[in-house]
């Protein structure tokens, strides 16, 4: 009965291919969050959405883009794949932006490039 | 840089004692929130605090958000090894838009 669900939740990808990696919710929330985790780093933004075809950039953003087309897909690709994008991948999803609002977060994707 | 520290970043400790983590900026939190996080899963929302000051209590878990909006802390009473996991800090700034920034987190390790 997951919310939201992250595919695959692990992929080995070679250096320069593109890949997608999928977020899908069932809560009908606005917000979708798209972070990468790294040890030493914590959780950091790569793209978020505040509703259907409306994205910005976070604060790693190089090199990665983001789509949502419904409301319930947030899909992310990574360009031209890099070792340094290997890293755990997590999508969030959020009803609103107000400070009493949490987030729900997904499994994650383990992603390595090779 | 990170906008939020946390302490310790690693924690080991015997089932029954008691520990504290603390998230600490320089920057004022609209909000701050703590999460956990298991191995192989994403980070789960245990708490949100809002007002200077505010403390509330989770069975075991008792959260703090200090006076000027800056820090909080994480303590926990008699921990249990079902404690063990990744302890992240989370906060809203006035200028973040609504949206988190994370600390790195703290690794809590309770053993029997």
């Known amino acids: 009965d997951a919310g939201i669900t992250q595919s695959p939740r692990h992929k080995v990808t070679e250096t320069g291919t593109p890949v997608t990696l999928r977020c899908h919710q069932t809560?009908?929330?606005?917000?979708m969050y798209w972070y990468r985790q790294d040890p030493g780093h914590g959780l950091r933004l790569i793209h978020y959405?505040?509703?259907?075809?409306?994205?910005d950039k976070g604060e790693v953003s190089d090199g990665y883009s983001v789509s949502r087309s419904k409301t319930e897909d947030f899909l992310l690709t990574l360009e031209s794949a890099t070792s340094s994008q290997t890293s755990v991948y997590f999508c969030?999803?959020?009803?609103?932006?107000?400070?009493?609002?949490?987030?729900?977060f997904g499994s994650g994707t383990r992603l390595t490039v090779v | 840089t990170q906008l939020l520290e946390q302490s310790p970043q690693f924690l080991s400790i015997q089932e029954g004692e008691n520990l504290t983590v603390y998230c600490n900026s320089s920057?004022?939190?609209?909000?701050l929130q703590w999460y956990r996080q298991e191995p192989g899963e994403g980070p789960v929302l245990l708490v949100t605090?809002?007002?200077?000051?505010e403390v509330k209590k989770l069975k075991r878990l008792t959260f703090q958000f200090g006076d000027a909006r800056k820090d909080s802390s994480l303590h926990i009473t008699a921990a249990q090894p079902g404690d063990t996991g990744l302890y992240l800090c989370?906060?809203?700034?006035?200028?973040?838009?609504?949206?988190?920034?994370f600390g790195a987190g703290t690794q809590v390790v309770v053993t029997p």
């Open positions: 969030a999803i959020s009803e609103a932006q107000g400070r009493a609002y949490g987030y729900t």
């Open positions: 809560e009908n929330h606005r917000y």
């Open positions: 959405s505040y509703g259907v075809k409306d994205t």
């Open positions: 920057s004022v939190f609209s909000s």
């Open positions: 605090v809002v007002t200077g000051g």
């Open positions: 989370a906060g809203r700034t006035t200028d973040s838009w609504g949206k988190l920034q």
